[in-house]
């Protein structure tokens, strides 16, 4: 598909004005120096319907989930209620200004202060703060607490506690947070090794962070005893709730020890997960944990009949964003709360088990399992076994592509020894049993193709606008504007085919 600027036609306009009457008045008469262009730009010369059905035709290449499966596993790409958009749309949300007097935003105020108390009750948790902007901003708030808490207790410690199967972004967080990072190993059965992290759980150690189910999928069966090794050397245990498809409402992170609970409201609360957000990392903690909590926080004054911001007082963290983090998340997330209710929640957690554990139990006789054995709401699965037919899981991906379907996470895990061609599959509550029988069929139908037709694969995709790009390639050299095309263009002397719409 040509770009837009290779589609303009000299003196073609895509608007009629009458003639101005202002030709004398020069630019630098009315603009100041820093408006005004040195350069002239390249604007394409095209109609106003040039321009509707260039961006039309754009628009529908895209994918999302509204146009079908999208099982990319640690992501939690489930569909979304339209009624949640519509709410938090409405124009009382959207022009609340951040700055506004408490008094006349009291509405959003109470949706933030009985979403908090929601969260407490459907993970054990006794406060919340909604000001983190997204997944891996929650992590680094609630590790900021945790080293916070330490300071403020005298006690040096250095080091964080991630096992290998941890959700990806939690050694950065930890990082950046100052702390060392030390692996914890898994066991053969994909869950953390206990003898291991009892040996690495000393008193210049702040905690764990553990993700759980963990990004293979597999909940802890050591959870109790976890919790008792930590907590006996006197460190937190940090709740990466990445993953609470697999537990919403069935069990709660508090009850089983947790001391700091992340959210991803953006994930499993309805709200559209991709495409750079908005996102909601909101972060939970027990009461002792609490004064640590960024500012500000929303309380309920019951003399004067009114909500109101509060500061968390002097052991703070202080301020992680500005106002209000990313209220319309709120909104959505505290519909689908209310919609759903706790057996709604309970069945969302439910069909999302059954539904990985479905793809699992058809498709382990052609893609082997990482771990054979039933798993949360993802299953983990290799296209090692196809290697010797020249293709890879790369391969396996893109010819999904070509029968309509988003590919799955691959390549992650890939913690050794056992995870090799990955491929991680989240089929969410959201898919029916005849998609996911759809879904099944082609991998199926592929695993064949691979064994007779490897080509197929290894040149796919074949029916998508843009065909196989080098990877490496677009990551080093971006194209970003049309001269960084044509200069490629220039360099590689080649021309990827393209479908003339």
Not at 109 to 132: C, K, R, S, V, W
Not at 311 to 321: A, D, F, L, P, T
């Amino acid at each position: 598909m040509k770009l837009i600027l290779e589609k303009g036609i000299s003196g073609r306009d895509g608007y009629s004005l009458p003639q101005d009457l202002f030709e004398e008045i020069k630019a630098e008469e009315c603009l100041p120096e820093y408006a005004i262009s040195k350069d002239k730009k390249k604007l394409s010369e095209v109609s106003e319907v040039d321009v509707i059905r260039h961006f039309t035709k754009l628009s529908k290449l895209n994918y999302g989930l509204d146009d079908g499966f999208y099982p990319l596993g640690s992501c939690t790409m489930k569909y979304n209620p339209k009624i949640n958009e519509k709410l938090a749309s409405l124009s009382n949300f959207v022009y609340a200004h951040p700055l506004a007097p408490e008094e006349t935003v009291q509405g959003s105020l109470e949706i933030i202060y009985h979403l908090n108390q929601l969260l407490g009750e459907i993970t054990g948790m006794d406060e919340y703060t909604m000001a983190p902007a997204a997944g891996a901003h929650g992590e680094l708030t609630g590790v900021l607490i945790m080293r916070k808490y330490f300071v403020d207790r005298q006690e040096p410690r250095h080091k964080m506690l991630i096992p290998d199967s941890a959700h990806g972004t939690n050694p950065a967080s930890a990082a950046m947070a100052g702390f060392q990072v030390v692996e914890v190993k898994s066991n053969e059965r994909g869950t953390i090794d206990l003898k291991e992290l009892a040996k690495l759980m000393d008193q210049d150690t702040v905690g764990l962070m553990l993700t759980n189910p963990n990004t293979v999928g597999l909940y802890d069966e050591g959870i109790e005893k976890i919790e008792k090794i930590i907590h006996s050397k006197g460190g937190l245990l940090y709740y990466d709730g990445a993953n609470l498809n697999a537990s919403l409402g069935i069990i709660r992170p508090g009850d089983a020890g947790f001391d700091i609970v992340h959210l991803n409201l953006h994930k499993t609360f309805s709200t559209p997960h991709g495409g750079g957000g908005p996102g909601a990392g909101v972060i939970g903690v027990k009461k002792g944990l609490i004064p640590y909590l960024p500012t500000p926080l929303v309380a309920w004054d019951s003399v004067k009949k009114r909500y109101y911001w509060k500061e968390v007082g002097e052991k703070s963290i202080g301020m992680v964003r500005s106002f209000w983090a990313n209220f319309p998340v709120l909104v959505k997330t505290y519909a689908w709360i209310l919609s759903m209710g706790p057996d709604g929640l309970y069945n969302a957690s439910e069909t999302s088990i059954i539904n990985a554990n479905y793809i699992l139990a058809k498709l382990k006789e052609y893609y082997k399992p990482v771990y054979d054995r039933y798993c949360g709401h993802e299953c983990t699965l290799t296209g090692k076994e196809y290697k010797k037919y020249g293709v890879k899981t790369l391969d396996i991906a893109k010819r999904l592509m070509d029968y309509g379907i988003h590919p799955p996470t691959i390549y992650f895990p890939h913690f050794e020894p056992y995870a090799e061609e990955t491929i991680m599959i989240e089929p969410p509550e959201s898919e029916s049993k005849e998609v996911l029988d759809r879904f099944i069929e082609i991998m199926i139908k592929i695993s064949e193709e691979a064994k007779t037709e490897p080509e197929l694969l290894t040149t796919a995709p074949h029916l998508t606008p843009i065909r196989r790009v080098d990877e490496i390639l677009a990551v080093k050299r971006a194209i970003l504007t049309y001269d960084d095309e044509l200069k490629l263009k220039d360099e590689l002397k080649y021309r990827e085919q393209d479908i003339d719409f």
